[in-house]
């Protein structure tokens, strides 16, 4: 089954934001949307990013999605369970951040 995920869900000012960044607030999200659990089940997501946010920090991304990018071992596992729905600009990052989190790069968060 095929399930959509908001990550920005709860996120104060979203419409106003132009980046999602920090660490922290992507560990927040991967909390509140119970990641973890996700990373187990048997659906596909698609993780749909507002149009208003350009860019998606690399901390951002790997407190949100770098703990299920190592659980799936390949970039190919991860975006066969996670599909993302960006533009071209955050689509880079989200590459980026894959290759980090499985090399165990540790950008400053």
Do not use: H, W
């Not at 089954?1 to 979203?14: A, D, L, P, V, Y």
């Amino acid at each position: 089954m095929r399930k959509e995920i908001n990550i920005t869900k709860g996120i104060n000012n979203i419409s106003e934001l132009l980046v999602l960044s920090g660490r922290s607030l992507g560990e927040k999200q991967r909390e509140k949307l119970q990641l973890e659990n996700i990373d187990k089940d048997q659906n596909q997501y698609v993780i749909n990013i507002p149009n208003n946010i350009v860019s998606i920090n690399p901390s951002f991304f790997l407190g949100l999605f770098g703990k299920s990018v190592r659980f799936f071992k390949t970039k190919e596992e991860f975006l066969e369970k996670y599909k993302f729905e960006c533009n071209s600009n955050a689509l880079i990052t989200i590459y980026d951040g894959i290759n980090d989190a499985l090399n165990n790069i540790d950008v400053l968060g």
